[in-house]
Nanobody, 123 residues
Framework: QVQLVESGGGLVQAGGSLRLSCAASGLTFTQYNMGWFRQAPRREREFVAAIARGGDSPDYVDSVKGRFTISRDNAKNTVYLQMNSLKPEDTAVYYC????????????????WGQGTQVTVSS
């Protein structure tokens, strides 16, 4: 079965960095666009970043542009989210997701989800 397993979350001070990883198995990774979403307490899940199947066309929510970088290694079936200059408002559970064929920011259109990894940014 398909599995997406996130790692790399943790507690960091404001201004610090974290690198999230999401290892995929059970699917043909190169056929899937990959996205990162996050959900803070009492808030809706929101789009953070996405990357196309070939590793091109990265897309970011405005609040993370210039601070976060999404990338993927198709040889390792892994997608990454490098997060720099972290702010307390970045605190959330971060999820990776896989969407077959077409990229999108809409969570409901993603086919598979990971279990999430907690990112906490202290002020």
């Amino acid at each position: 079965q398909v599995q997406l397993v996130e790692s790399g979350g943790g507690l960091v001070q404001a201004g610090g960095s974290l690198r999230l990883s999401c290892a995929a198995s059970g699917l043909t990774f190169t056929q899937y666009n990959m996205g990162w979403f996050r959900q803070a307490p009492r808030r809706e899940r929101e789009f953070v970043a996405a990357i196309a199947r070939g590793g091109d066309s990265p897309d970011y929510v405005d609040s993370v542009k210039g601070r976060f970088t999404i990338s993927r290694d198709n040889a390792k079936n892994t997608v990454y989210l490098q997060m720099n200059s972290l702010k307390p408002e970045d605190t959330a559970v971060y999820y990776c997701a896989a969407r077959w064929l077409l990229p999108t920011r809409e969570a409901q259109h993603y086919n598979f989800w990971g279990q999430g990894t907690q990112v906490t940014v202290s002020s």
